[in-house]
């Protein structure tokens, strides 16, 4: 079993710990893997590790900005943080884009 996939099994059993080794282990293999990256963020967020987690939030949309999945993580990592106004931005930044893009969050395939 790949590491990103291993780190979901660990996310969805709530073994953050173990979800952010496993992610961390995939990016070690593709530095590239925005899911693994947003895996780790969420397993961050479980952990407490707020800061953290929006640091690796802040890689995925900067390399997909349109990427709703992540902006819905952001948002809960803020409203962690008790930043209750950025938190609500970012859910309805979220919303839009999967509203435009269908329910994937990410950019569409076609490029539209």
Excluded: C, W
Aim: proline share 4%.
């Amino acid at each position: 079993m790949d590491s990103t996939r291993a780190g979901l099994e660990h996310l969805a059993r709530k073994e953050p710990d173990r979800a952010a080794q496993a992610f961390r282990e995939a990016l070690v293999a593709d530095p590239g893997n925005l899911e693994a990256r947003e895996g780790l963020a969420r397993a961050l967020l479980a952990l407490g590790r707020h800061q953290e987690a929006l640091g690796e939030l802040n890689s995925v949309l900067g390399r997909d900005p349109r990427r709703g999945s992540a902006e819905r993580i952001r948002s809960e990592v803020l409203m962690a943080l008790g930043r209750y106004d950025e938190a609500v931005f970012h859910l309805r930044r979220a919303m839009d884009l999967d509203d435009r893009q269908g329910a994937g969050g990410g950019a569409p395939e076609d490029g539209a």
